[in-house]
């Protein structure tokens, strides 16, 4: 009996050491990790930080000069921020070549009124829809014949380099010339300074021109029916989904109808509160 029961201490002994050499390595993956608890678990590039591409300046989506940025883009993505316990740090970037850079692991996200087109998704995933947008035709207020994007031919028409502006322009219009521009505002300026007959770019930002300085107004509102999306990489999924999820309740409890009446003056479109999107 005394042999039993020394057998079972020991039994006793080694079950004990085997739990607290357990419950050692499960702190020691704790402290190992401790980065990635912050904002819930979800995996980026430095933990607890979203990092966002964005071109600035482009407004209303995003203005301004670091870190003081501001517009309707930056309000979105630090909402999505809150609701998913992570800061924010924007980078800018040029627009050209930010698909490339996400793709590249440079930013864990792309928010820059970006629209959702089949092409991009070859590189890229797409969050649902944040916002719907057709294009603008800008002209020089008060001195331009031209009234539709049929007035275009024989011109020199701007745009921003690799957006659906100069994409529409390239393929929907007979403009003599296309010129591209590293920035919408760069475009905008030369207008102004009369080095090119007509800007297009994405309506808000031409309603921003007219109002902002002046000197251009808009000659037609181009329909195209674009969906902006933010930009993850095409692994991103788990991120993409916890983005869609902080998104959604900002449509649903109205945070987002507040900073789109903030930025636009109008309430948002009911379809939008509920638009998704499928990354193919």
């Known amino acids: ?9 020991l039994a006793l002994i080694a079950a004990v050491l085997v739990l607290a050499l357990a419950a050692a390595g499960c702190g020691g993956d704790d402290e190992e990790s401790g980065g990635d608890s912050a904002g819930g678990g979800i ?53 050209e070549p930010i698909f490339r850079d996400l793709a590249q692991g440079k ?14 998704e070859q590189a890229v995933d797409f969050s649902d829809p944040y916002y719907f947008a057709d294009q603008g035709l800008l002209v020089e207020e008060g001195n331009s014949d031209i009234q539709t994007v049929d007035d275009l031919p024989g011109t020199t ?12 322009a390239n ?11 590293p920035e919408g505002p760069d475009a905008i300026n030369a207008l102004r300074a009369g080095t090119v007959d ?8 031409a309603e921003d021109a007219v109002q902002a300085q002046g000197g251009v107004e808009i000659a037609q509102r181009v ?19 916890e983005v869609n999820a902080a998104l959604q309740e900002i449509k649903d409890d109205g945070t987002y109808a ?12 009911e379809e939008l509160l509920s638009a998704t999107n499928e990354p193919e």
């Not at 009996?1 to 201490?9: D, K, T, Y």
């Not at 028409?157 to 529409?168: L, R, S």
């Not at 329909?223 to 989904?241: I, K, N, S």
């Open 223 to 241: 329909v195209t029916r674009e969906e902006y999306g933010l930009a993850f990489q095409d692994d991103g999924d788990a991120l993409r989904e």
């Open 107 to 120: 930013f864990d996200m792309v928010a820059s009124a970006t629209t959702i087109t089949p092409e991009r």
């Open 258 to 269: 507040e900073i789109y009446e903030k930025w636009f003056k109008e309430k948002p479109p």
């Open 157 to 168: 028409v701007g745009a921003q380099d690799a957006t659906t502006g100069e994409i529409y």
């Open 198 to 205: 007509a800007v297009i770019i994405d309506l808000p930002v």
């Open 1 to 9: 009996m005394r042999n039993r029961a020394r057998v079972l201490l």
């Open 43 to 95: 995996e980026t590039i430095e933990p607890g930080v979203l990092t966002v591409g964005s071109d600035i300046p482009f407004p209303p989506f995003e203005a301004g000069r670091a870190p003081n940025y501001e517009g309707f883009d930056i309000d979105i993505v630090d909402e999505i921020a809150k609701r998913t316990e992570l800061d924010v740090q924007i980078e800018d970037t040029p627009f």
């Open 171 to 181: 393929d929907e219009t007979d403009a003599d010339e296309v010129r591209g521009f």
